[in-house]
């Protein structure tokens, strides 16, 4: 099997159709234990890249650096050519009042420091973590499109948590007015269960002709079919030491969904995991789904996803498992 290539928004760029997540690279559980460390990395990335993908996502806070230090070391030994990178500035790195943000200091010390950790002299795409009210738009804008302007940066992208659809075409109408690079790729929180972004914000997407990059696209494990209803979840699983991830995911309407995601694996013969990447790949409006993964045996089940052939009336289905709800 070998991922195809697929347009990274109207960027003109290219990208593998599933792109890999690094969140878990060097990050520490509550034990202390590394989930992954440089070595396992190493073979992730090997595996990945080995499918034909090129898309690796990362960020400055993952694993304190580390994540973004173990691709380096990895592209070190490979052409960096052939890769599409992506990282992401916001959140605390130092103890210092502007030490975290969208403020001036912040994104040039980090700019800097993804560069160095990554061993290369640009990102392909570097987006905005999160949304900083405490700066200006003019002013982080306008220090973005200045990253570009140096070469540090190919393309600018904005990752949410929360829908900020205003907030984003905010930012684009000002760069449109005063020719800075604007926001050409969103990266937000979409699966079959989490839905928020089927309001104003996939339509804003697809007003401005911004690429979406879904994260979390199996709602951190809950669309893997670990969990059935009514039970208690496994020991070691997520929901059974995070009660607010279980309040959260463990409902009746999600596992309706999840009825409905089982219901079209056992059909075509897959997993509920790949089913719920295949949905996404399947979206008119997604350019390709982060996926992560702590073993090769988890990333290469996952990448079979795109081998994964919905049918119109199963998309429909998934789809209409659980609606955006208005209020």
Not at 77 to 94: C, G, L, M, N
Not at 201 to 219: K, R, T
């Amino acid at each position: 099997m070998s991922l195809e290539m697929v347009p990274l928004g109207r960027t003109g760029t290219s990208v593998s159709e599933i792109a890999f997540g690094t969140w878990r690279f060097g990050r520490q559980n509550d034990t202390g234990e590394v989930e992954v460390d440089a070595e396992q990395a190493h073979r992730l990335l090997d595996a990945y890249a080995a499918a034909g993908g090129n898309f690796i996502d990362t960020a400055d806070m993952y694993g304190d650096g580390a994540s973004e230090s173990y691709i380096g070391d990895w592209l070190s030994t490979r052409d960096r050519e052939d890769f599409v990178v992506a990282s992401k500035i916001f959140w605390p790195t130092r103890e210092d009042a502007n030490g975290r943000g969208l403020n001036r200091k912040h994104l040039r010390r980090q700019i800097d420091t993804i560069l160095d950790r990554l061993g290369t002299d640009y990102v392909d795409l570097l987006y905005i973590h999160r949304w900083d009210d405490d700066t200006p738009v003019d002013e982080f804008m306008r220090t973005l499109d200045q990253f570009v302007r140096d070469g540090k940066v190919n393309y600018l992208g904005t990752s949410t948590l929360e829908p900020n659809a205003w907030k984003v075409v905010k930012a684009n109408e000002l760069a449109d007015k005063r020719g800075y690079e604007p926001f050409r790729i969103a990266q937000p929180r979409y699966n079959v269960v989490n839905r928020e972004v089927e309001g104003n914000y996939l339509d804003m997407c697809a007003d401005y002709d911004i690429g979406v990059i879904p994260w979390s696209p199996l709602a951190g494990g809950f669309l893997t079919g670990k969990y059935a209803r009514d039970e208690t979840p496994p020991a070691d699983s997520r929901a059974a030491n995070d009660q607010r991830f279980a309040d959260s995911y463990l409902t009746s309407e999600n596992f309706d969904a999840l009825d409905a995601v089982e219901s079209v694996a056992e059909e075509v013969g897959a997993s509920p995991a790949q089913v719920s990447l295949a949905w996404l790949m399947h979206h008119p409006q997604v350019t390709a789904p982060i996926i992560g993964a702590r073993t090769v045996d988890q990333l290469e089940e996952n990448l079979v996803a795109a081998g994964v052939d919905l049918s119109a009336d199963q998309f429909e289905r998934l789809s209409a498992a659980k609606r955006y709800l208005t209020v």
